[in-house]
């Protein structure tokens, strides 16, 4: 058997690299190595693991659609905690992932001050947001961990998924958001930005809900 380092292994931009029968201590090993400060994103499910390299297409949509977020829930005068993209692991359950943007929006109380996460005491996040989704692998991670709605961009489309029972069904709306378009105005605010720029294309976004909450 061949046995290679991970500094060996080179994931260009946009590519997945994926590992099948990873033990948890495995896992555990490879974060380690791999460190806090970097580029890559990871997903672990039953033995699977997935390592993966955003294109800056790609971080330029998660910033987009985490700021639209952000919004929404400023002009809602919600509270929440905004922990990007922390990684959440349960070894009972062999999951592990790296969302690009998750949010606490019901939960916030109790995440309020915290800088780590231990999904053994605190609670999942209340909005988890993944950018071109290219495997089952991460939706079912999230489904496992227990987060509650997760938003996918890929191809220019947002699906919204909300959980239900073991796993997640596609639905017409959020139900953080309720009464929003929100799939609607994601579409308009990427491609606004686009023609216009991200800040136009924010400030046009927000002018929209205003209008809709008057």
């Given at each position: 058997?061949?046995?290679?380092?991970?500094?060996?292994?080179?994931?260009?931009?946009?590519?997945?690299?994926?590992?099948?029968?990873?033990?948890?201590?495995?896992?555990?090993?490879?974060?380690?190595?791999?460190?806090?400060?970097?580029?890559?994103?990871?997903?672990?499910?039953?033995?699977?693991?997935?390592?993966?390299?955003?294109?800056?297409?790609?971080?330029?949509?998660?910033?987009?659609?985490?700021?639209?977020?952000?919004?929404?829930?400023?002009?809602?005068?919600?509270?929440?905690?905004?922990?990007?993209?922390?990684?959440?692991?349960?070894?009972?359950?062999?999951?592990?992932i790296e969302p690009d943007q998750c949010f606490y929006i019901?939960?916030?109380?109790?995440?309020?001050?915290?800088?780590?996460?231990?999904?053994?005491?605190?609670?999942?996040?209340?909005?988890?947001?993944?950018?071109?989704?290219?495997?089952?692998?991460?939706?079912?991670?999230?489904?496992?961990?227990?987060?509650?709605?997760?938003?996918?961009?890929?191809?220019?489309?947002?699906?919204?998924?909300?959980?239900?029972?073991?796993?997640?069904?596609?639905c017409s709306e959020s139900n953080v958001f309720p009464n929003f378009p929100v799939i609607e105005l994601?579409?308009?605010?990427?491609?606004?930005?686009?023609?216009?720029?991200?800040?136009?294309?924010?400030?046009?976004?927000?002018?929209?809900?205003?209008?809709?909450?008057?």
């Amino acid at each position: 058997m061949v046995t290679l380092q991970l500094r060996q292994l080179d994931v260009l931009p946009g590519q997945t690299l994926r590992i099948q029968d990873v033990s948890w201590d495995e896992f555990e090993r490879i974060l380690a190595e791999l460190g806090e400060q970097r580029a890559s994103r990871i997903a672990y499910n039953q033995s699977v693991l997935e390592i993966r390299m955003p294109t800056p297409e790609h971080e330029v949509d998660k910033e987009l659609i985490g700021d639209f977020v952000k919004i929404l829930l400023d002009e809602l005068e919600l509270d929440c905690e905004c922990f990007g993209s922390t990684t959440f692991q349960r070894q009972e359950m062999s999951s592990g992932i790296e969302p690009d943007q998750c949010f606490y929006i019901e939960n916030h109380v109790q995440m309020r001050g915290k800088r780590r996460v231990d999904l053994t005491v605190d609670p999942p996040p209340d909005l988890a947001i993944e950018i071109d989704v290219t495997s089952k692998t991460r939706i079912e991670a999230y489904a496992t961990l227990g987060v509650q709605e997760l938003w996918c961009y890929e191809a220019g489309s947002l699906k919204i998924y909300g959980l239900q029972g073991p796993g997640y069904v596609e639905c017409s709306e959020s139900n953080v958001f309720p009464n929003f378009p929100v799939i609607e105005l994601v579409r308009q605010l990427l491609q606004e930005s686009i023609e216009k720029g991200r800040s136009p294309a924010l400030r046009s976004v927000r002018r929209q809900l205003r209008s809709q909450l008057d």
